[in-house]
């Protein structure tokens, strides 16, 4: 006898009820998720890291940090397309977000796409002309210049 899934959670809903069983919202905030997620990728359990910042991004639609986290934790797992989606929303959620530009700028330099690269750092230094701005200005224009010459 097939029982479908709608039926087997309604059963399993109605046993844990009739057990005194409750299923518990998630009571961490969004920044304890963060948090979370921030303590996984020191480990480099990336996976784990993801799922944290995920649910802290989802709690907080507004906070940019869980969506610039998990654009690293994409960079890292070897995403870059991924990588670039959330940094754009981290800049959506907050467009001053100097840090998310800069890891664009490097995300487009390493794809090969140096104009939108030199777009995307040279915001990053007029908000703030921090050295690994700077840095990764120079690495843009000189794979650029690599690029052009080939």
């Known amino acids: 006898m097939k029982i479908s899934w709608i039926a087997a959670a309604l059963l399993c809903l ?49 906070w940019h940090t869980p969506c610039f986290n998990l654009g690293n934790v994409y960079y890292k797992m070897g995403q870059p397309e991924k990588a670039a989606a959330y940094y754009r929303l981290s800049l959506k959620r907050k467009p001053d977000h100097a840090d998310s530009m800069n890891n664009l700028a490097f995300v487009r330099m390493q794809q090969k796409r140096y104009h939108q690269a030199r777009r995307w750092i040279d915001r990053a230094i007029a908000i703030e002309a921090k050295p690994e701005y700077l840095d990764t200005r120079q690495k843009i224009l000189q794979q650029g210049a690599k690029e052009s010459k080939k």
Request: include cysteine; glycine fraction near 6%; charged fraction near 35%.
């Open 14 to 62: 109605t046993g844990c009820a009739m057990l005194g069983i409750h299923l518990v919202e998630d009571s961490l905030t969004a920044a304890d998720h963060n948090d979370l997620g921030f303590s996984y990728e020191a480990q480099d359990r990336l996976e784990l890291a993801e799922k944290q910042y995920q649910k802290a991004a989802r709690k907080d639609k507004d």
